[in-house]
């Protein structure tokens, strides 16, 4: 035991593609979250694992653990599920400060500078990762630079989980929106992109094409595809160093007046808020959903005429707004060696198998599982693959990231743009005063030991 060698690339014995959602359903797991316990022997290495992800993502993950176990009889993996959010991060960053954190947890990618480097977590061991096989090079560049802090890797990249364009199959058919291969036909620019949903929704009888979260408490929405369609026009939030708000007002204010136009031209509904965003979707009410590609599972499994594809290309650029999931090692006082290497066989395991984890609808950071017959062979996720180098990630600082402030302050600002009460210029400067007061607060979580 005290020589593990490197973890090879299998696709798990224990579950299948096929065969892992019915399976999930039929235990009654997919909103649970709840992780499957396995016996511990008394002679196994523990590796003790700590996760927000619930619903179909839990059980996937759940999956994956028992077929690493299966691969592993010599190790066992304590899954430990705890709630998404701020609650997790606040868990792990008083575990870490005390020195009593699991050996491994799953993290967004964006909260990485905010509760990172220093007590919290450790520096990734680069020796321990090349014995397993996983290479910088196999990772997405961008994301794979932006898991390091200050020049030393701090996470290992799981996927990307970014904003894509879901597309009801019947409803762009009969607008003429299908290509010869029955898939979505792209545009290009403002033009092309209202133009399509104009004719989409005339196929509806006059309702809104598009659904997005474009209001309620808490609303990130309209953050995430401002976000989206400016970093496609080349726009900036911060200086690298996190100390200077860039915001090209010119450029912002281009994307929020797009935004009020599709309020305006009732191409989209700005007082729906998540929940009915999704409802209109299923439902066959809406042609259209921007959203994150983790509603993939809901849609399939209410057998309804859907595809996927890439966040359309509007201004110039073609990326999307979107976190990654990563593994970081929370600081521990005294690591054992012989768990230390247990736990890199096990974070090597899943991202060599992360075409699994797929089917939920993430990206897979891994470059090799894209090329992988399985991935390929996922529909529709398998669509809006080449987004994983071209994803717009947030600014390295502590209030960035999913559940932020940033996000939540930005929704707060632009939402009432969509919906014509505020101006973009209103708009843009409530957003730059939230961000120069986000900027003042100090970081409530240590930097340094």
Known sequence: MDDIPPTPHRTPTTITRRNLLGGALALGLLSSGCSIPVGLGSSQTRVKYWHFLGASDGVIMNGMVG????????????????????????????????????????????????????QILDPINLDLLAENGLRAEDFSPPIWERAHIDGVLYAVPFDAHPMVQYY?????????????????????????????????????????????????????????????????????LLSDDGTQITIDDAKALEV??????????GLCDPTTDYGASVAAFQNGNAAFLWNGDWETTTFKLAKMPFSM????????????????????????????????RATYRFIAYLVKNSADWAVAGHVPAYLPALEQPEYLALQPQS?????????????????????????????????????????????LALAKNALRRLMETPNPFPEER
Not at 89 to 96: D, I, S, W
Not at 186 to 192: F, S
Not at 321 to 337: G, K, L, W
Request: aromatic share 10%.
């Open 67 to 118: 077929a690493f176990a299966k691969e592993n009889p010599a190790l066992f993996v304590e899954e430990n599920v705890l709630q998404w959010g701020e609650p997790f991060y606040t868990k792990v960053a008083m575990a870490g400060a005390g020195g009593r954190s699991p050996d491994v947890a799953t993290f967004h990618l964006a909260r990485l500078a905010g509760i990172g480097p220093g």
């Open 256 to 265: 929020l007046a797009f935004m009020r136009t599709l309020g305006e031209e």
């Open 309 to 340: 594809a890439r966040f359309p290309s509007v201004f110039g650029g073609a990326s999307a707004q979107a976190d990654c999931h990563v593994f970081v090692v929370p600081h521990q006082r005294a690591r054992d060696p012989q768990v230390e």
């Open 383 to 427: 669509e809006y693959r080449s987004v994983i180098t071209e994803v717009a990630l947030d600014p390295q600082v502590w209030f960035a990231g999913s559940a932020s402030r940033l996000w939540i302050e930005f929704g707060e600002a632009f939402s009432p743009v969509i919906g014509g009460t505020r101006t973009p210029e209103e708009g």
């Open 168 to 236: 009801n199959t019947d409803v762009c058919g009969r607008a003429g929106l299908l290509g010869g291969d029955g898939k979505l036909l792209p545009t290009k620019g403002t033009d092309q992109l209202l133009e399509s949903l104009r004719k989409a929704k005339e196929a509806l009888g006059g309702k809104p094409s598009l659904a997005f979260d474009a209001l309620g408490l808490g609303t990130v929405g309209p953050w995430r595809v401002w976000s989206s369609l400016y970093a496609q026009s080349g726009g900036t």
